[in-house]
């Protein structure tokens, strides 16, 4: 209860900064979502082009 | 949030990717089994082919690739998984942003609505333009098809959000998202189907080329109302936390 009462205080501060970390912490975790998606659906190496090839295929990833 | 998200991700992934992983391997997996039967059949006709038709990639046979069976099966079951973890968290990300800018509720039934958008945008509307394809079929160039792919996914994607979030009339512009990979045009190949020589084999792959494009439209189907779903469920405990 003291905490909530000590963080209403500086209530607009505080959520705002929250939102804006929220969104850097969003986009960090769709970029993340991202790299590995194309590791495994697009690097060009034959090895990772081997280990994935079904996924590939069964997702319909440009392959071969 | 960012850590709750990835292990949250990490939970999905692992429950949407191994149900893609059985239904593909009842129904996806055997049809691309059977299509390079045909391709290891005449392995000096395929190369020869693959030479003729200027690829700009050549295969390395010299390159690892996971034994046929347990091995390839494990490789498949963990790029499966690592797969629906990227589609899984950008998919948590987009709904907790909605929820937070455009006060969207979250849910799993609502979930399910996002997996279908998910299931347009990854999978039917690219295939519409590049169809699925079993080993052995002739492609353009694999760098044009990789560049068209992502414009086809990012526009649909831009398309439903515009018809999502937008007001009123501003919601035209999902027509202009969605005409714009068809305006560019996918990239074709010069010679469509196979170039087996044998004509009961080129008819057999014919027929597998039609079968696997069912199968992987059902499967991507099951995949995305699964990951919706889940994805939905938890980015409603997320944002209560």
Known sequence: ?64 | MFRSMVLAALGIALAAGLVLSAVQALQVSPIIYAAEAFEMEQPEVAAAIHKDHGHTHTHNVQAWAPGDGFERLAFTVLSNVLSAFGFAIILLAAMLTAKDKAKLNVSWARGILWGLAGYLMFFVLPALGLTPEIPGMEAAALEGRQSWWVLAVVSTGLAIASLVFLPGIAKAFAIVFIAAPWLVGAPQPQVHGFLHPDAQALAALTDLQAQFIYATAIANAVFWVILGGLTGYTAKRLAQD
């Open chain 1, 1 to 64: 209860m003291t905490t909530s009462t000590v963080i209403s205080k500086g209530d607009s501060a505080v959520s705002s900064r929250a939102l804006a970390n929220s969104s850097v912490q969003m986009a960090a975790a769709a970029i993340l979502g991202m790299v590995v998606l194309m590791g495994v659906g697009f690097a060009p190496m034959d090895v990772a082009h081997n280990a994935a090839h079904d996924t590939r295929h069964s997702f319909a990833f440009p392959c071969h």
